[in-house]
């Protein structure tokens, strides 16, 4: 079946530095989507891709869809202490999402 | 407006037993789809149902089934529980039966002693 491949697992941020996350697939997807999900709450919708090579952005974040249609990446600029949480890629595969196992922002102290 | 709403929050049951989780979607919106999450992991597709009829299942036992009611609230049943059960069990309902635009419950947290 398909599956998503996110990386880094776990990352620590300083307030201020930009950050960046990527998503692999063995599958094509024609949507990849990008959420955040906080303790206690379901996955919030980031952003969402639907052609190969777009890059669209959302505030501090911005995401692209690879080219291949296998991959997908997300960045977030100048980091503030609420960007920590689990971020999610997601693919589109008919009517259900499938999505990679996240990528855990923390704070460093 | 309400988003979409989950019942209930927290859930302890044991092995052996049967659980019904329910959902209510935003209002206007015709299909629930179910994910369950496991610690440490991304949601897994469960069902979708859209104006009532089931339009896709994930690769989940028979002893999970679902519903929807003629107003688009949906419950989601697990027979005969497991251990592995253990989850947070997420609604997410849209207008259309499209993906892109899914929101999101905060999740009912299944322990199975």
């Known amino acids: 079946g398909q599956q998503l491949n996110q990386s880094p697992q776990s990352m620590f941020i300083q307030e201020g530095e930009d950050v960046s996350m990527n998503c692999t697939s063995s599958s094509i997807f024609n949507t990849w989507l990008w959420y955040k999900q906080d303790p206690g709450e379901g996955p919030v919708l980031l952003i969402a891709l639907y052609k190969a090579g777009e890059l669209t952005s959302n505030g501090r974040l911005t995401a692209q869809f690879g080219i291949t249609r296998k991959d997908s990446f997300l960045n977030i600029s100048a980091s503030i202490p609420s960007d920590v949480g689990i971020y999610f890629c997601?693919?589109?595969?008919?009517?259900?999402?499938?999505f990679g196992a996240g990528t855990i922002l923390r704070v460093k102290s | 407006d309400a988003g979409v709403t989950q019942s209930p929050t927290h859930l302890i049951k044991t092995r052996g037993q049967q659980v019904t989780l329910r959902c209510s979607p935003i209002s206007g919106h015709k299909s629930v789809s179910w994910y369950q999450q496991v610690l440490g992991q991304g949601p897994q597709f469960i069902f979708q149902y859209y104006e009532k009829e089931e339009r896709g299942r994930g690769n989940f036992p028979d002893r999970f089934s679902a519903r929807q009611f003629p107003n688009y609230s949906s419950e989601l049943n697990v027979n005969a529980l497991l251990l592995g059960d253990s989850a947070l069990y997420l609604c997410?309902?849209?207008?259309?039966?499209?993906?892109?635009?899914?929101?999101f419950g905060s999740g009912t947290q299944l322990s199975v002693l």
């Open positions: 997410a309902s849209s207008f259309s039966p499209g993906v892109e635009k899914l929101f």
């Open positions: 997601a693919g589109q595969y008919g009517n259900k999402l499938v």
